[in-house]
Every structure is written in structure tokens, then in C-alpha cells.
């Protein structure tokens, strides 16, 4: 069973930025086309960014798009995700997991944007 453990999360101003991680344990990780999601309160999970297995690939919904950005190191089972330009409305607790969400959910890391 692959666990997922997430970091990186704070409280940052409009604007800002953060950076988050995701470590996977175990090596089929980088076998895997990986994602962040994110789930704010009262609102259902959304991806925010995947990522293709050798990390040549990348995807993004258009509330994000050239303000995250995903990237991955296959040698430490490790996903990022870094976020510009953050807005309130991207506060909300982030996840990772595969793109097809096929490992139990980690306990995610809070991010909030707020002045």
C-alpha cells in the first residue's frame, strides 16, 4: 500500500507563493502519472494539476493555468507543486495521488490566502 504524505501548506497573502510536496513511499511511484488536487470547504475534490509519469507532460483547468505549475523527481518518489499569484479562492486543503486516484488519500496540507 502506497502512502502518500503531503507539506508545504501555510497561510500566504494574496499574491504569494508556496511551494508543496507529496512523498511517496514505495518505487512504483514513478510509474504513475501523478496529480494535485485540492478540496476546499463545502466543495468537492478537484485536480489542479497532473503530471505524466516521466514528467514530459503537464496539465492544468484553466483557474490555475500559468499560475501553478507540477513537476516531479521519480529519484525521490517526490510530486511539487508550485503556486503563484495565489488568489483567496485557491485556499483549500491540497492532495496528491495518482491521476486516476488509485491510492488511499494522505492527510493533505492546508494552504490559505488571505490578507
Known amino acids: 500500500q502506497v502512502q502518500l504524505v503531503e507539506s508545504g501548506g501555510g497561510l500566504v497573502q494574496p499574491g504569494g507563493s508556496l511551494r508543496l510536496s507529496c512523498v511517496a513511499s514505495?518505487?512504483?511511484?514513478?510509474?504513475?502519472?501523478m496529480a494535485w488536487y485540492r478540496q476546499a470547504p463545502g466543495k468537492q475534490r478537484e485536480l489542479v494539476a497532473a503530471?505524466?509519469?516521466?514528467?514530459?507532460?503537464?496539465n492544468y483547468p484553466n483557474s490555475v493555468k500559468g499560475r501553478f505549475t507540477i513537476s516531479r523527481d521519480n529519484t525521490k518518489n517526490t510530486v511539487y507543486l508550485q503556486m503563484n499569484s495565489l488568489k483567496p479562492e485557491d485556499t483549500a486543503v491540497y492532495y496528491c495521488?495518482?491521476?486516476?486516484?488509485?491510492?488511499?488519500w494522505g492527510q493533505g496540507t492546508q494552504v490559505t490566502v488571505s490578507s
Open positions: 514505495g518505487s512504483i511511484f514513478r510509474i504513475y502519472r
Open positions: 495521488n495518482t491521476d486516476q486516484v488509485l491510492w488511499s
Open positions: 503530471i505524466s509519469s516521466g514528467g514530459w507532460s503537464t
